[in-house]
């Protein structure tokens, strides 16, 4: 059975990484719930998609002079008493334009704020207690070289809240990920942590890490993923390639490589508002991915939807 992963909460219908958005996600089924990670000023793990926060609060308006040189408001430069101050929308453009997702929660409706990963983890096992439930949670640690070039240690900030609530080993309903592989290195052998590990795979355009993603997608680079990490998080559009002449989709070959080397596979982002060319519609999409390819698990803003379609297929 493929497994659903809610993609910063149902983000589709809620501001990402929400409380609100987390619970959501836990009563429209999702097997796993994500966690993007940053530190707050005071080294407070926090569960934010961006080492930014103008995007998705409004921190603009509430601390218009606490902006850096380059014009961005950091989660680094504000304690977390101080976050608690901010009101989180649905993401925006850079320059404040507006929502990027018009069909979305209202952009100035609402009020939510930014979550402790602490906050998360007891809403999650709070419900796996109320409801009998099992919902596990898929925790992604956030530019960790950014992070030291700061001062902090993101990443052993976050494994200690996680030992703390009980998430240790693979056995704990958990995958701790990052794009970057020298931090996942770092955490199975200096760290010596049992967690289980999946590489992000995107493009190098993004400046996500230092890693050559090029390479990643390769039998060599499924290889060498496998003597650290249980499975690979790679875009969605990594895994096929579309026809010029007649549009049809097929295999990257990324997908055997990686079960060459026994590595599961869930790529993002499955959105219904936003679908690759390729397909005409998101049903042909999940189809494909869970019938064809048949991944092993799927990020998605749309939790309950991908369900009804993964349970059809």
């Given amino acids: ?172 309903n958990i995958y701790l990920q990052c794009f970057d592989s020298q931090e996942l290195k770092r955490i199975k052998y200096e760290l010596k942590s049992e967690l289980p590990l999946i590489q992000l795979i995107g493009k190098n355009s993004w400046d996500e890490s230092p890693n050559d993603f090029e390479q990643m997608v390769t039998e060599k680079g499924c290889r060498d993923i496998a003597q650290y990490a249980v499975g690979i998080g790679p875009a969605m559009d990594l895994l096929y390639t579309t026809s010029v002449l007649n549009n049809s989709i097929t295999s990257s070959g990324l997908m055997r490589f990686a079960k060459n080397h026994d590595l599961l596979v869930h790529p993002f982002t499955f959105r219904v508002d936003s679908l690759p060319l390729s397909f005409q519609n998101y049903e042909e999409m999940v189809q494909w991915f869970v019938g064809e390819l048949k991944v092993d698990g799927l990020f998605t803003d749309f939790v309950d939807q991908t369900i009804a379609l993964i349970k059809d297929n």
Wanted: net charge negative; charged share 25%.
């Fill in 1 to 172: 059975m493929t497994i659903v992963i809610a993609h910063r909460g149902a983000s589709g219908y809620l501001p990402e990484h929400t409380l609100s958005a987390a619970a959501l996600a836990y009563g429209m089924g999702a097997d796993f719930i994500e966690q993007d990670i940053v530190l707050s000023k005071d080294d407070i793990p926090i569960v934010l998609h961006d080492i930014h926060l103008d995007q998705v609060t409004d921190v603009a308006n509430v601390f218009p002079d606490r902006r850096r040189g380059d014009g961005r408001w950091y989660a680094r430069d504000f304690e977390l008493k101080e976050l608690k101050q901010l009101c989180v929308h649905e993401r925006g453009y850079p320059d404040g334009s507006g929502p990027i997702f018009t069909q979305r929660f209202p952009y100035t409706r609402g009020h939510f704020q930014i979550p402790t990963l602490q906050e998360e983890i007891d809403i999650i096992q709070g419900l796996n207690h109320s409801t009998g439930g099992n919902v596990g949670i898929y925790t992604e640690i956030k530019k960790p070289a950014w992070h030291n070039k700061e001062g902090a240690d993101v990443t052993l900030r976050t494994i200690n809240v996680l030992h703390q609530n009980n998430y240790k080993t693979d056995l704990d």
